[in-house]
């Protein structure tokens, strides 16, 4: 079975521009989440969708957004890009919500010049 | 304020010891998961704890969740050097289904 792949894998934008990430969740898996990885704030969760339906946010501003495809396949979108949004994000993916198993994608590494 | 914490948060040990890592929550919760993370890689599922008394183990590893401590516990038995990595407890908060991380544990075992 095919792991969680994200695209791109690193990406380097500059300050003001907009950036968007994609995940492909293992197959059959209907919920997708997203969380940002920084060396100063850890791991923070930014949303989770299931089909097709944004179930939950994390303390994000509105620059940040996502949404599911039929297919389960994800995007999450960041505007107006700061230095701060420089990170790594994850995906994972899960059968079902509450108390599944997560299977993270490699993250993709972005980098706000 | 929902805090997870972990400690400790640095770890250095030797091969062979037995050690234990703990995760202390502040809001009531009966999903506790446990991460690995290996330096410059992605998350491994390593434990999904659903319940109050659950007790799961892997290899040289077992976690426990006691939930009216709000406490669980991620031990080591005899470690080996292939166990060194970030260990991440994550908490998911009732009646919110947010997913809330500890800082997580940076494990160096020594050969």
């Known amino acids: 079975k095919a792991g969680v792949t994200q695209t791109p894998r690193y990406l380097i934008k500059t300050r003001g521009q907009q950036v968007t990430l994609s995940c492909s969740p293992i197959s059959g898996h209907r919920s997708v989440s997203w969380y940002q990885q920084t060396p100063g704030q850890g791991l923070q969760f930014l949303f989770e969708y299931f089909s097709e339906t944004q179930r939950n946010k994390g303390n994000f501003p509105g620059r940040f957004s996502g949404r599911q495809f039929s297919n389960s396949r994800s995007e999450m979108n960041v505007s107006t890009l700061e230095l701060g949004d420089s990170a790594l994000y994850l995906c994972?993916?899960?059968?079902?919500?509450?108390?599944?198993?997560?299977?993270f994608g490699p993250g993709t590494r972005l980098t706000v010049t | 304020e929902l805090k997870v914490e972990q400690n400790p948060l640095f770890l250095s040990m030797q091969e062979g010891k037995n050690y234990t890592i703990y995760c202390n929550y502040s809001t009531t919760s009966d999903r506790l998961y446990w991460y690995r993370q290996d330096p410059g890689k992605s998350l491994e599922s390593l434990f999904v704890?659903?319940?109050?008394?659950a007790v799961k183990q892997e290899g040289r590893l077992m976690a426990s969740l006691d939930t009216k401590a709000r406490l669980s516990t991620l031990h080591i038995t005899a470690a080996v050097h292939d166990l060194s990595a970030t260990y991440f407890c994550a908490v998911d908060v009732d009646r919110d289904d947010k997913i809330i991380f500890g800082k997580g544990t940076r494990l160096h075992i020594l050969p």
């Open positions: 994972a993916s899960s059968p079902g919500v509450l108390g599944y198993e997560q299977y």
């Open positions: 704890l659903l319940s109050n008394g």
